[in-house]
Nanobody, 120 residues
Framework: VQLQASGGGLVQAGGSLRLSCAPS????????MGWYRQAPGKEREFVAA???????NYADSVKGRFTVSRDNAKNTMYLQMNSLKPEDTAVYYC???????????????WGQGTQVTVSS
């Protein structure tokens, strides 16, 4: 199974984008999910996370501007990004702890990344 992130693009500062992350095929369930980003020349950094029960956590740099959510019925996670700034420009990656079947233990997966570019 692969995690597929989508929704990136080019937007002006102050604009909004909504990212999505979902597995490529049917799976049993997903526990914790998260978003990370990596800007050119920088290390990957945490952006936001959400548990299966909907408890969220955010990096200080995005609090009040980004909202992470999920639809457990669709096994899909979203990242609503508002008031975007040029410093938000990065490749955004999702990750998730996935159980492929009810008999499996969870394994950690990374998505392939989606580019977000914010122009000034």
């Amino acid at each position: 199974v692969q995690l597929q992130a989508s929704g990136g693009g080019l937007v002006q500062a102050g604009g909004s984008l909504r990212l999505s992350c979902a597995p490529s095929r049917h799976i049993f369930t997903i526990n914790d999910m998260g978003w990370y980003r990596q800007a050119p020349g920088k290390e990957r950094e945490f952006v936001a996370a959400i548990t299966k029960d909907g408890i969220t956590n955010y990096a200080d740099s995005v609090k009040g501007r980004f909202t992470v959510s999920r639809d457990n019925a669709k096994n899909t996670m979203y990242l609503q990004m508002n008031s975007l700034k040029p410093e938000d420009t990065a490749v955004y990656y999702c990750d998730a702890d996935i159980l492929l079947s009810r008999y499996d233990e969870s394994d950690h997966y990374w998505g392939q990344g989606t580019q977000v570019t914010v122009s000034s």
